[in-house]
Each structure stands twice: as structure tokens, then as C-alpha cells.
């Protein structure tokens, strides 16, 4: 039976025209291709969330490697700004173009197309689980932990997994994620009394508060970095008041600051040093704070050991390079994941992930599928 080409199916895959949280037809694709190689797929959909839970092999098996990943995408933008159609999957001096090629349908197609054929000609003692979700680009709270609920209630389990997000920032092979830093979002909101710039003593000006507390947070250095983490940071992404006078002093105002964090905190320990410092700043200036925080993960580090040294053996081999070992970057789903096993990222360079002209080149989808593919002849082995 011939090779499962892994450029043809993420070309199908870029056609499905999937913004989160729309399946676009993409899963449906691969759930069909699965079935017909012997997987077991269920649909796992919560809210308005459409995810893949496929498995080959026994249940429960004690020895069971995963892969994770998504099909959802971000929107495509200024369609006419694109040289070639954003849905289309038309190549171009080596590169396929379209919205998703890079983040991350093609690292999708690689662990689809290497699973699909290694079962086939070598079954493992073993079984092999993907977990595959349409909303990674989203609030993330009906995608990969939706799956990750279903496996637990089923008593589905990974020994170890490999996300196959873009992990590689200029060349193919030189970055492997080991961990994320935590991500958490604070609004504060000011509130005074309003009154005239001529009698600021009849007013209670929320904006020297706001700027003192904004000062605060950002100048304190949170940390110095750790051993896997470079050091914590705090920037501040917006301040509004909405005033349109220059003659009166507003009632109230707003800013928002995001924090990325390392292993040395948590975001409840984050979470009370901002409490205490709003609770300083409305008394020292007689106004009151109100802030409201999101989590979007915590920080996470999986040390390196036998998965790591199994990818980074593997990349090394494909490509000749030795991978780092890094947690720079964003969040990916990896941060609900290590909550059920260890887990790593290894993918294809994301140079042009979220931006218009998204492309990936094509020689590197198949090698990114050979990668994978000796993963799992090793893991197995």
C-alpha cells in the first residue's frame, strides 16, 4: 500500500475552511482517513467545539504514545491582501500557501500521515491515541479539555505526548518546547468623582491612581529567571479613560496588563501581590480598585528525560541538527495536557503563523512526517 502523503493531506486540510470555532470539514476528513487505517474515532463536541479523539490499538494498553494538536484557525484577514487564496492550498516557489499551513494543519497531516503508516506496517505492541480539537485558536475551554475530560471518563490514558505545534523559529530541527510559561490577564477599573479641572479638590481624580499602580506593577521585577525559564514579565497592553474634555476630571478609567510567568510562581501567588497592590494604591490616592483576572495556564516544565531524549534523537537524525530545549513562546495546549502525562512540542519552523501570505515549505512537511515517524519506530522499538 502506498506511503499516506502527508502534503496532500494538509492541502485538503487548508481547504476546509475552518475558523475556530467552525469545523470546516476538517476533522470529518481525517476522522474518514483514521476509520479506513483501522482507528477507533469518536467525536468528542461540547458547546459549539467539534474535536477528534482517535485510537489504534488496545484500551488501556500500558504503553501508549499520543499526539495532540488542532485544526481550527485564526481568521484570514484582508483576503484580497493574499498573494495566493487563504483556503486555496496553492503552491508557490516551494511553498504552499494558505491559512492554517503553518499553525498548524500541516503538523497535524505529518502525526496523521506517520501514524496511519506505521500501524499499517509495523503494528506496534502498543497503541497510539490522537487527540485532536477545533478550538485551540479560542477560549481553549471546550477543545483539548474537553478531550482530555472524555479520556478520563472512558478510561482512556497516554503514557506521553508530542504536540505538534511550530516550535522551530528559523530553521527546521532547532527548537523543541519542554514546558510554556503561565499567561494571566488583570483589568483594573479606578473609580473617583468626577468635577472641574479648576476645583480638583471637589473631585477625586482616578488617573494619578491609575498611573502610581501601573507604575508599581510595572517596574517591579518579578524574578531573575530559573533554570529552564527566562525571567517573568508584566506589561501593561492598554489604559482608556474615554474622556473627551480638558475641562473636566473623569469619574473613572481602565487598564489591562498581561503577565507571562515561569516556575517560581503560581497565579494565585501572582493574583494576591496584585490584590495588595491595588488595596495600597486606593488608599494612598482615596479611590476604589475593582480587578478581575483570567488564567490562561500556569507555568510548566517537563524536565528533560527519555521523551525529550526521543524527539530530540529523532530530529537530530532527520535533520542533522540538535534541538534546544526551550519554553520561550506563547501558550499551546500542552498546558492542559501535563496535567495528564508528560508532554512535549516539536513542529515546523512558524515564521509566518497568524500573518497574511501563512505558508509552510513543502519539503519540510514530509520531513516533519519522517520525524514522527521514527518517534514512534523508537518509542516502540
Known amino acids: 500500500m502506498p506511503a499516506t502523503d502527508a502534503v496532500a493531506l494538509t492541502r485538503a486540510l487548508i481547504r476546509c475552511p475552518s475558523v475556530t470555532p467552525d469545523e470546516g470539514g476538517a476533522l470529518a476528513l481525517l476522522a474518514r482517513d483514521l476509520t479506513d487505517a483501522g482507528f477507533e474515532c469518536v467525536h468528542v463536541d461540547r458547546g459549539k467545539v467539534s474535536n477528534l479523539f482517535a485510537r489504534w490499538g488496545a484500551r488501556g494498553h500500558g504503553r501508549t504514545f499520543g499526539f495532540n494538536g488542532h485544526t481550527d484557525v485564526v481568521p484570514p484577514g484582508d483576503e484580497a491582501a493574499w498573494t495566493l487564496p487563504p483556503f486555496g492550498a496553492e503552491e508557490k516557489d516551494g511553498f504552499l500557501y494558505g491559512r492554517g499551513a503553518t499553525d498548524m494543519k500541516s503538523g497535524v497531516a505529518a502525526f496523521v500521515a506517520a501514524a496511519i503508516d506505521f500501524v499499517r506496517d509495523t503494528p506496534p505492541d502498543g497503541a497510539i491515541i490522537l487527540t485532536i480539537t477545533g478550538d485551540e485558536e479560542g477560549e481553549a475551554t471546550d ?4 478531550l482530555l475530560d472524555y479520556m478520563q471518563a472512558e478510561g482512556e490514558a497516554m503514557s506521553v505526548c508530542l504536540v505538534g505545534e511550530p516550535t522551530c523559529p528559523d530553521h527546521m530541527g532547532e527548537m523543541i518546547k519542554i514546558g510554556r510559561r503561565g499567561s494571566m490577564t488583570a483589568w483594573f477599573t479606578v473609580t473617583g468623582e468626577q468635577g472641574h479641572v479648576a476645583y480638583p479638590h471637589r473631585a477625586r481624580n ?34 482608556d479613560t474615554g474622556n473627551p474634555a480638558t475641562n473636566v476630571i473623569p469619574a473613572q478609567c481602565s487598564a489591562t ?34 480587578m478581575q483576572i483570567k488564567v490562561s495556564g500556569e507555568s510548566f516544565v517537563t524536565p528533560p528525560g527519555p521523551l525529550s531524549d526521543l524527539v530530540a534523537a529523532a530530529v537530530a537524525a532527520e535533520t542533522g541538527l540538535q534541538p534546544e530545549l526551550s519554553t520561550s513562546g506563547g501558550t ?5 495536557v501535563k496535567d495528564h502525562c508528560p508532554v512535549v512540542e516539536f513542529g515546523l519552523v512558524g515564521k509566518t503563523m497568524h500573518q497574511i501570505d501563512e505558508r509552510v515549505e513543502v519539503a519540510q512537511i514530509g ?11 523508537d518509542y516502540f522499538a
Open 257 to 290: 496588563v498581561n503577565i507571562r510567568f515561569n516556575d517560581s510562581h503560581t497565579s494565585a501567588g501572582l493574583g494576591d501581590w496584585l490584590h495588595a497592590e491595588a488595596d495600597a494604591v486606593a488608599e494612598a490616592f482615596g479611590v476604589e480598585v475593582d
Open 143 to 146: 477543545g483539548t479539555t474537553a
Open 367 to 377: 520531513q516533519l512526517k519522517s520525524i514522527y515517524s521514527r518517534i514512534l519506530r
Open 206 to 239: 482616578p488617573l494619578p491612581a491609575m498611573v502610581r499602580l501601573l507604575d508599581r506593577l510595572a517596574s517591579y521585577q518579578l524574578d531573575e529567571g530559573t533554570a529552564h525559564f527566562d525571567p517573568s514579565t508584566l506589561a501593561v497592553v492598554t489604559i
Open 332 to 336: 499551546s495546549d500542552a498546558r492542559f
